[in-house]
């Protein structure tokens, strides 16, 4: 089922359309989930908490394109469960993802920060705009979907090394990117 007929469903307020969410774009949630918790029960609240968020969300809202949407509300979910099963403990594997961006990318949760991580997310999908292709899907691969470097060099044929590079490469091109744009020092 195409995601204009789930969307129809959402509007109708039918039930069956969590289940063809589930259908649809349940796996690659859990498996986005999966990548930032490491943990079975807690990927399934998360996702089960998604398709509450959509539920409640859809209407008013029509999202165009509904991955994305349904992506973005899974991965936000999952970093504020991994946020509160960390507080005290560290995830190895999320928190080098984090760290790797985080010099450049973090600020303090205010009303000024949100609205200042809503201009850098702008500015870095303007940024990613102007990347290659192969350079933006590693990109995206590593930071928005966590992605291993031994799966990203798997996706693009290429050696786990090129990868590790190249994302180094393109970070510190975002760090001057946001230099010359004011919003790092």
């Not at 089922?1 to 589930?22: C, F, H, N, V």
């Not at 209407?59 to 946020?83: D, F, G, M, S, T």
């Not at 949760?109 to 609205?115: K, Q």
């Not at 940024?127 to 590593?142: A, M, P, S, Y």
Request: with cysteine; hydrophobic share 35%.
């Amino acid at each position: 089922m195409g995601e204009q007929m789930i969307i129809k469903l959402l509007l109708e307020r039918s039930e069956d359309a969590i289940r063809e969410l589930s259908m649809e774009y349940g796996k690659t949630c859990k498996c986005l989930a999966f990548k930032i918790l490491s943990n079975e029960q807690d990927v399934e609240e998360c996702i089960n908490d998604t398709y509450l968020a959509v539920w409640n969300s859809i209407p008013p809202k029509e999202p165009n394109p509904l991955a994305a949407y349904i992506y973005r509300i899974v991965k936000n979910i999952a970093l504020k469960k991994y946020r509160n099963n960390t507080a005290q403990k560290r995830n190895h594997y999320y928190d080098v993802i984090l760290e790797e961006v985080d010099e450049f990318l973090s600020v303090n949760e205010t009303v000024e920060s949100e609205i200042l991580a809503k201009e850098i997310s702008n500015k870095i999908n303007i940024f990613l705009g102007t990347l290659k292709e192969k350079d933006r899907v590693i990109f995206v691969q590593r930071y928005w979907l966590c992605y291993s470097i031994e799966e990203i060099a798997t996706n693009s044929g290429a050696s786990k090394n090129y990868v590790t590079v190249h994302l180094h490469r393109t970070r510190e091109k975002l760090k001057d990117y946001l230099k010359e744009e004011g919003y790092y020092d």
